[in-house]
């Protein structure tokens, strides 16, 4: 059971903007980084609990796509994604990968783009860039 709006999402987007628009200008020099880093912490919270466990399946069908195995199937949902990286960096160290390195670099490509959506949006932006 959830409680009623705000739901944490929306209350760690709050947090974030009052350290980052309130509490960062404010603080003497030497916090501000860390002020940032927090800011930054509470909206990276806020994206993931917003994207649930969807990224995870992803990451989960693309690795085990490139043939990597994901643990038991009884295994919490996180362990198994985390096995399944941990087989297909095996995999692409020991060469089985290499006459699949396109396909390879494709989907994984994809799978950093995924996370890079949750730690830093619009990270790819033409605005970004300039």
């Known amino acids: 059971m959830t409680q009623d709006r705000p739901e944490a999402p929306e209350l760690l987007d709050a947090v974030a903007e009052f350290l980052f628009a309130q509490v960062r200008p404010a603080v003497p020099g030497e916090l501000r980084f860390r002020t940032l880093v927090a800011a930054n912490l509470c909206a990276v919270v806020a994206r993931e609990l917003r994207a649930g466990e969807r990224p995870l399946r992803e990451d989960l069908e693309l690795f085990v ?31 089985e990968l290499d006459g699949r390195l396109v396909e390879t670099a494709v989907a994984l490509r994809a799978h950093v783009h995924r996370k890079l959506e949750v730690a830093r949006p619009g990270y790819d932006s033409p605005e970004a860039a300039g």
């Open 65 to 95: 796509s490139l043939g990597a195995e994901g643990g038991a199937e009884d295994d919490p949902l996180a362990l198994r994604v985390r096995a399944a990286e941990a087989d297909l960096a095996v995999r692409l160290r020991s060469g």
